[in-house]
């Protein structure tokens, strides 16, 4: 069974500081998925990664297969991107095994 | 831009009361799936569909729990007889692909009273 844990659970950042979360993982998988959670409970798909690394916008993911580990960086972080960072890993199946989460909060 | 519907957002229901939740998923997506969030907790599988049957459940997806696809639109979720501990925000997803970006619909918030 898989199990993914998040750092940090919260975190409050100044418009336009470099945020970094991390995304661990125990078993290894087929894919990683990076979500975002809205105030209001939706959902948006941000990154799907199997390997190396990927960049849309300010947002970059990027994924260590050998460390089981993952990280989203967001570059000039902006009061619209304060919602939830949820990290997601499927492994041999179609199940997705979710994080708890990170909440982060841009100041202006 | 094309997008995962969910219908309703929001439904209040007493105990034991039968409940289906319906999605429409995106039209040229051939993998469907039911996920859940239990208030202040981390979001669970409950369910994927492809190819008008169940590819994989988990272990929350009991016998009061069913999916079908009723015809080529519609993907619904029917809770037989609902407990408080239903009480949870329901999201469907749909994908091109297996392994593939996952689109997720806005979300069904269910209240069990």
């Known amino acids: 069974k898989n199990e993914v844990e998040q750092s940090p659970q919260n975190l409050t950042a100044q418009e336009g500081e470099f945020i970094t979360i991390n995304c661990s993982y125990s078993?290894?998988?087929?894919?990683l998925h990076w979500l975002q959670q809205h105030p209001g409970g939706g959902i948006v798909s941000l990154f799907m990664?199997?390997?190396g690394k990927k960049k849309h916008g300010r947002l970059i993911a990027t994924i260590n297969i050998q460390e089981k580990h993952s990280s989203l960086h967001i570059t000039a972080s902006h009061p619209r991107d304060s919602a939830v960072y949820i990290c997601?890993?499927?492994?041999?199946?179609?199940?997705?095994?979710f994080g708890k989460g990170t909440k982060l909060t841009v100041n202006p | 831009e094309p997008e995962v519907t969910q219908t309703p957002s929001h439904q209040v229901t007493q105990m034991g009361q039968e409940v289906i939740l319906r999605c429409v998923p995106i039209s040229n997506h051939l993998y469907f799936y039911w996920y859940r969030q239990i208030l202040g907790q981390k979001v669970e599988f409950l369910v994927s569909f492809y190819n008008n049957e169940i590819s994989e459940k988990s272990e929350i997806f009991d016998d009061q729990f069913s999916v079908e696809r009723p015809d080529g639109s519609n993907f619904t979720l029917k809770i037989r007889s609902t407990k408080l501990e239903d009480s949870a925000m329901y999201f469907c997803?749909?994908?091109?692909?297996?392994?593939?970006?996952?689109?997720f619909g806005e979300g069904s918030r269910l209240t069990v009273l």
């Open positions: 997601a890993v499927r492994g041999g199946s179609e199940k997705l095994v």
């Open positions: 078993v290894g998988i087929s894919a």
């Open positions: 997803a749909s994908s091109v692909e297996t392994v593939g970006e996952l689109f």
């Open positions: 990664l199997s390997s």
